[in-house]
């Protein structure tokens, strides 16, 4: 049974992973071509997204990034390996928190964010299916639109671990 932190970070995960994945299964079934492999650094922002809109709404700030990288890597295992997976959910991560730094969030994320934590706070089915629907737009938008991180800065890449700063190139 999983308590304290752990049960926040898992509930996050799977809250983003139903909305999401409602949002990928419409997607299978509207789009004839299968999800393509570009589209996939996507569905990590917008998992990102919609986990710091859920903890948000939990005033759990500090726990959406675990819980987005759970959900990225659980969204993606039916379409690539799992080690690639977690590759794209870290890379979304990375990238997304870059953005949300330097306050250029786009204003999908912020609206899929927005959104999901509402149809939380709602408890009704018209929010569920607007938060779906805006999520869906994206996957079915050209992966460079929207959401995509600013090519022009490089990621945060500077962790603070207990007291200790670490720099790395590849993580």
């Known amino acids: 049974m999983l308590s304290g932190e752990s049960r ?3 509930n996050l995960a799977c809250a983003t992973i139903y ?3 409602e949002a990928l299964n419409a997607y299978t079934r509207t ?4 999800f393509a492999g570009s589209q996939h ?3 990590g922002l917008i998992a990102c997204a919609a986990c710091d809109g859920l903890a948000s709404l939990i005033q759990e700030r500090a726990s959406w990034r675990i819980a987005a990288l759970v959900a990225t890597a659980r969204l993606l295992a039916p379409f690539i390996s799992l080690d690639e997976a977690a590759h794209l959910a870290g890379s979304a ?5 870059a953005n949300v730094d330097t306050n250029f969030l786009s204003s999908e994320g912020r609206q899929i964010s927005t959104s999901v934590a509402y149809a939380v706070t709602s408890n009704e089915d018209a929010h569920l299916t607007n938060a779906v629907t805006l999520i869906l737009l994206r996957l079915a ?3 460079s639109a929207g959401m995509a ?3 022009n800065r490089p990621p945060a890449l500077a962790y603070d671990l207990g007291g200790a700063t670490f720099k790395s190139l590849t993580t």
């Open 149 to 151: 991180p600013a090519t």
């Open 31 to 34: 789009h004839p071509a299968p």
């Open 8 to 10: 926040i970070t898992d």
């Open 93 to 97: 991560a990375r990238a997304y928190r």
């Open 19 to 21: 909305f999401v994945g």
């Open 41 to 43: 650094p996507t569905v």
């Open 141 to 143: 938008a050209p992966p």
